[in-house]
């Protein structure tokens, strides 16, 4: 089994590289924030720990957490996104370790976007997914209808381009062609050698 830890900033290709991963190469993704929105359903752990800490004003009336509302307590207070990250995070890599420990896949793809979380899951790797801010800025705009100056915000809120590098094995260029990914994917997919960034 080898499992990968993947990252980069929002308009990177993450989703591309993922696609590819687990299409061609049949390999069982795993991504940290689905996780998180899983442990927030109700009757799950996180839900119960977060409606515990914050009250029940973050529920709608069926009972579900309102992403909304804990959207904006957490832009609004840095005291709540601190108690909801202590709470979410630690729950969301121990489920990660369950998941990689029940499968039987050769390939696991764990995917997750905010640097300065601790990717507690034995990863044998981490690839940073590049493209560059332009290349970014235009995909956020094209495929989610960001104007520049909200996806430049979101882009400076992330983790800096040196952070990333520092912390990573490889690095996966995705600002070329489909077929340029698949070709670094297959060289390093199918060369278990020497790592490289």
Known sequence: MRVIALTGGVGAGKSLVLSILENEYEAKVIKADEVAHELMEPGQEGYH????NLGKTILKPDGSIDKRILSECIFRDDRIRKAVDDIIHPLVWKTIKGKISSSQAGLIVVEFAI??????????????IYA??????????????YEREHAERII????TEAEYLARCDRVIRNDGSIEEIRNQLAEILNNRGQKET
């Open 49 to 52: 720990a977060i409606v515990k």
């Open 115 to 128: 640097m300065g979380e601790k990717a507690e899951v034995g990863y044998d790797e981490m690839w940073y």
């Open 132 to 145: 560059s801010e332009q290349i970014r800025i235009r995909r956020l705009f094209e495929n989610r209808g």
């Open 156 to 159: 400076a809120s992330q983790a």
